[in-house]
């Protein structure tokens, strides 16, 4: 259905064609905001809008993340705590299993939208959660920048895993990049 509720029909001009959405977002985009709307086989209100906001608030914030962690990572390879100490990082990866695990029980009972869901809000808790409040800890020097710069990797890479069924493209770009 169109933005208004009407069904889509040339007569009525209302018709999206989807290659120029995909030319113009990309077909990760799309797909991510097919998945999230609602549940598969229920009527979709479709705007082009809405594309362009889901790769602003999803995409581009997780792409601004991975950005981040090249800036201050700058090609170093960094070992991944086994348990890190400081409160941040123990935090994002508790929270990064909680999103892990709801998302595969979401997925094993089919409800992708809520899976779907559930990894866009993560995206936005790491970038106003995590990043904003260990810029310091990145810009620092020595143990406990490579602690942050490690648990951030980690959590990318199991991130870009988490939004492989959904964003197969953009999943595998995050994950070459992250690593």
Do not use: C
């Not at 914030?61 to 705590?81: D, Q, T, Y």
């Not at 029980?105 to 869901?117: G, Q, V």
């Amino acid at each position: 259905l169109d933005a208004q509720g009407q069904k889509m029909s040339k007569s009525r001009g209302n018709v999206v064609d989807p290659w120029s959405v995909v030319n113009e977002f990309g077909a990760d985009p799309l797909r991510f905001l097919l998945y999230s709307v609602n549940q598969p086989g229920e009527y979709k209100l479709f705007d082009a809008k809405q594309v362009g906001d889901i790769t602003r608030k999803t995409f581009l914030i997780l792409w601004n993340v991975l950005s981040f962690r090249e800036l201050f990572a700058k090609g170093e390879v960094v070992a991944s705590p086994s348990e890190p100490s400081h409160i941040m990082d123990r935090w994002l990866l508790a929270r990064l299993e909680d999103v892990r695990r709801r998302v595969t029980e979401s997925l094993d009972r089919y409800a992708i939208t809520d899976a779907s869901r559930l990894l866009a809000d993560f995206v936005t808790e790491l970038s106003t959660w995590y990043v904003r409040r260990s810029r310091s800890r990145f810009k620092s020097e020595g143990n406990e920048r490579d602690e942050a710069i490690a648990t951030l990797t980690s959590v990318l890479q199991t991130t870009a895993k988490l939004f492989a069924p959904f964003t197969p493209l953009f999943a595998e770009l995050v994950y070459e990049q992250s690593g």
